[in-house]
């Protein structure tokens, strides 16, 4: 969801004001200077890490280069440590202090702010034509604007995403993700799917709560589940599922509709791979990641004896990754499966292929190389 505020500034002509977007829901800098070619990557460093913004009037790929030179500062190691860093003293410490770390990262790199236009040209010298990827995400606009350039850049990386679309094996097709879904781009959880005994019924009908891209319906569509209730509550989710279901031509198997978790009925399969790190979000655009005190979880399990026929089985697909950051344990998960009526029927488990899972500079990376994506098969009690 786009936040819509104001941005002030002052130039020599006098003050200016600007309507302020934010996909993130971060909200305008209280103070902007204007920068252009002749600032510095110190000085806008600096300036950026007081929480100044940066209105850009120079040539925009010097403003790409600047953010390039802001963000080695930002990762690069201190010249000058007065002691050593303390260790996290557990893999939970660990996973804060890198969420703070990644949110201090995102607040500076958000400062370098590039003006628009009201036909969502960009006004700077040597400037890419973006329009499309922007209307993709803003919609058509009415007035000039100003957004962050690490924004930008994530619009456009989005947009190549949505056009080239992820290759899905066991589909031998593509998904064409939109900005802000959740893209399938580790293929463990949809082959787990894929390869899934389907139960008894389950040729006949299906739901996948919060579909997202589509990716798990389409796969069901695939093994032969003559109907499928794809639902999600996110706009742009539902928007990128049809789209998806219309360019695999399976219109007619997948119904997508808008609904919080679940459509009216029951089914003999029901599917969800809900946020698998029961923490809260930082941004708007972090709910397919993170799932605060395992919201979504525990309203899925709850809803299920309402909505899975008799002798049908659910599926939830989540990584153990929280367990090994100490976020959850697997004692909590197996009591909230029976608190909510259910047995496990069986669990079908897949290693991580992501190339985080093997890099040992990762903060994270003890976390990651135990993690085991699941697929647990659940009945009512």
Not at 43 to 68: I, K, M, P, S, V
Not at 244 to 250: E, G
Not at 253 to 271: K, M, T, W
Request: charged residues 25%.
């Amino acid at each position: 969801m786009i936040e819509l505020s104001q941005l002030h500034w002052t130039e020599p002509d006098g003050p200016h004001f600007a309507a302020w977007h934010s996909e993130s829901g971060a909200p305008p800098p209280k103070r902007v200077v204007v920068a252009d070619d002749t600032m510095s990557a110190d000085a806008a460093y600096r300036l950026a890490c007081e929480g100044t913004g940066l209105l850009w009037r120079g040539d925009f790929h010097n403003a790409r280069q600047l953010l390039q030179a802001m963000a080695r500062r930002i990762d690069g190691k201190p010249r000058r440590a007065k002691k050593p860093a303390k260790l996290p003293s557990s893999p939970q410490e660990a996973f804060h202090l890198h969420r703070q770390a990644q949110a201090q990262r995102a607040r500076v790199l958000g400062m370098v702010l590039i003006p628009f236009d009201h036909d969502l040209r960009i006004p700077l010298r040597r400037a890419p034509d973006v329009r499309r990827a922007c209307v993709e995400v803003y919609g058509e606009q009415s007035e000039a604007f100003v957004a962050s350039l690490r924004e930008l850049q994530g619009l456009i990386g989005a947009h190549e995403w949505r056009k080239k679309g992820v290759e899905i094996p066991v589909l031998g097709a593509r998904i064409h993700p939109y900005y802000g879904v959740f893209s399938p781009v580790r293929g463990e959880y949809v082959e787990l799917v894929a390869k899934a005994p389907l139960p008894a019924g389950a040729q006949s009908s299906a739901f996948d709560i919060g579909t997202g891209t589509g990716v798990l319906a389409a796969v069901l569509a695939q093994r032969g589940v003559k109907k499928i209730i794809a639902t999600d509550q996110d706009a742009r989710a539902l928007a990128c599922a049809r789209d998806n279901m219309a360019r695999l031509d399976l219109e007619t198997q997948v119904e997508v509709v808008q609904a919080d978790l679940f459509p009216q009925g029951r089914a003999p399969l029901i599917v969800c791979n809900p946020p698998w790190l029961p923490v809260r979000p930082n941004s708007a655009i972090e709910h397919a990641i993170y799932d605060p005190d395992s919201r979504m979880l525990h309203a899925y399990l709850n809803g299920l004896p309402a909505h899975l026929a008799e002798g049908g089985e659910a599926w939830l697909i989540m990584s153990d990754f929280a367990e090994h950051l100490g976020l959850r344990t697997r004692d909590e998960l197996l009591g909230m499966i029976a608190a909510a009526g259910l047995q496990i029927a069986g669990r079908i488990d897949a290693r991580p292929t992501h190339p985080k899972a093997t890099d040992a500079t990762d903060p994270l990376h003890a976390a990651r190389a135990a993690e085991v994506t699941s697929l647990w098969r659940l009945r009512l009690s």
